[in-house]
């Protein structure tokens, strides 16, 4: 089955936002098995809508469509598809009594233009979830079918989980039931990885199901992606189980988190909070280069007071040895970092502290070229340090790289593998 | 003239990048009053990039593409553009001795599949600026171009610069010398910046030189471009003096920073830290809800440590109790705000202290609801508090507003703007 996915929005033509729509539709597609060729974007233009609509339904099963399906002038896509179809726009009587009644529930006032969102092409059908107030159409062309989608990220994102993907699997006669699980690795590369995994994908290369994925990010690692199909879900995660021992095998200590939810759960930072609390344990943080990126980073996940008590930032070199205790002399080096990771351990009084030291760029500091970072972690006076070589990288790269690496020796440390 | 964005690369269908290249050339375009009307994604697959490329040459007149220029089996834009030309290629030995010339300097080995790179479609002409290794390509077909970039972002907005950009304006018979200048604004939102800006708008909606377009971003505020074209260059940065002079009138001390220059020169961070250096002070933050974002985003500049001293992250409130001398008692007040501020200018002996204290969300906290946030400017006892209601933003939302608000007091403050 082919697919093909169609950002409409004069915005994106502008240049005013980045189209992550598409790439998230994308990847979603790439799990279920379903090959998308071609990703067009189009302004707000009701001709160049459908000429964009047609040519993509020429060239595949079915078109995705995000964007346009809004209360104002602009909003055109349900026209653009009404044509395609060759078809008038009808009010859905339905539609409108559940669009009102949220407008109502919500204490916003009720316009024509909103009414307007319970038009549907004549023979599409609207999907079950509505989770803003645009309505997402399943609407057929022939044996096709467009699949029209709001382009706000969250409800697009919603109303393809629960209405696009299970019609696409139908629709493929696939009664098969499509499941994924995630293995979220940090360390080795993703050519390390693939070393690591030859015997498997080269198992699976003849078997064909399940099958394995790979996703590098600077930021958070290598996410390496199972995917079974199956009669049912019941074999489909069996399948799927039997996999993943034996990638977990392979890839040991390098997997830090695991399973099919939000990929944020498995973000590095929102691991090592689960692990501290699990364990009641409380957390301080000294930073010099990355200059409080860590600890935004720890409270970018909701809740990581019960963990994270605070840190100190100590960028200048004088605010290290006088508020940490840090010796005078270089501060790039490991007995710096060890005795930050103590000093803000003890004046938070946390259980453990960790800290980073080093040389972000673009300049040289100390003699030591940028990318050169030590970090620690301190378990009150057991304190384990590393010093990290990140040459190449840009500043921000140096930055962000540093808080996961220490991140990881954090989860190494408290789970008792070997750093 | 009309030109359409082309990206190329397998990994932008299977959503494992986000195409931030077309973005950016789409808003290159529109400084430029160069309509763009579709842009495409295609995967490294011959047929199908010629396929896109032709469609895109009948709509349009010119085709800008990005990626497949390396030096891998996968790049193949040059192979389907010479099919688009109806051409062979054929390897231009002056470009190859510069090919060879950036591998021995850099030291690294080269191999015949870097000498490919050299390939050009004859009648194509290699742009004269490279950055990486990746040469691009100006390439007519007919009476219109195709120009090739590389897919690396650094290296394909260097290169629209040097050499696509002139090339466009002379091709499109335009003598005219097109420069812009952008106003770089925060406190008033996008309508209200457009109400200030209403007698400028009509006017320049008769004339029709220069133009005003407008770019809204939550992190850094709002943009106002202004954008003059005439028959040479002195001509045009008069004409957009002049404007600019009206705009800036009407703007007042919203405007924070001007320039055509890179644009992270003007984040809001860059801004203070340019003007505390000029005074020669420094600074030092106290952050609750932020957790050490206010930081980070200070030390994403470089060259930040002349000014920023370092901070307190005082995330649990009995940190703020002792560290910074709270009152205890609640911590989401003005008074906290204001102490925060004061005791971490003292802690770090710096000049000027920031503070931040809140509800980031999505609990509520202390009865307030998510969104309520005091932040503090101190110049030792000279201290400005305020109360930001951010409600109805996201958590991550709130973080970053609350920094840029900060950001803007601290700049009222040492400039002498009522605050």
Redesign the interface.
Known sequence: MRCEIVAVGTE?????????N?????????TLGID????????D?LT?IEE?LR?ALERADAVIVCGGLGPTQDDITRQAIAKVMGVPLQRDPVLLAHIEAVFHQRGRPFTDNNAAQADVPVGAKPMATIVGTAPGLICPVGDKQIYALPGVPGEMREMFEADVLPDLQQRRGDAATIVSHTLYCWGPGESAIAARLASRLQALDVRGNPTIAF??SDFSGIRVRLTAKAADAKEARQLLEEEAREVRALLGDAVFSEGDDDPARHLPEAVVLRLLKERGQTLA?A?S????????R???V?G??RV?????????SD?KFE?LSVPSGSVVTETAAAQMARGVCR??RADIGLAATGV????SQENLPPGTVCVAVALGDDVTTRTLNLSGRS??QV?TLTATWLFDLLRRKITGLPV
Do not use: K
């Open positions: 994106l033509l502008l240049g005013q936002i980045v189209d992550t598409s790439t998230w539709i994308a990847e979603r597609l790439v998308c060729y071609f990703q067009t974007r189009v302004g233009n160049r964009t040519l996703l590098a943080v930073e280069l990355t200059g409080g990126g860590i600890g935004a720890l409270t970018s909701a990581a007071s994270f008590r605070g840190g100190i930032v100590a960028y200048a605010v508020m004046a938070l972000a760029g673009p300049d500043r921000e930055r």
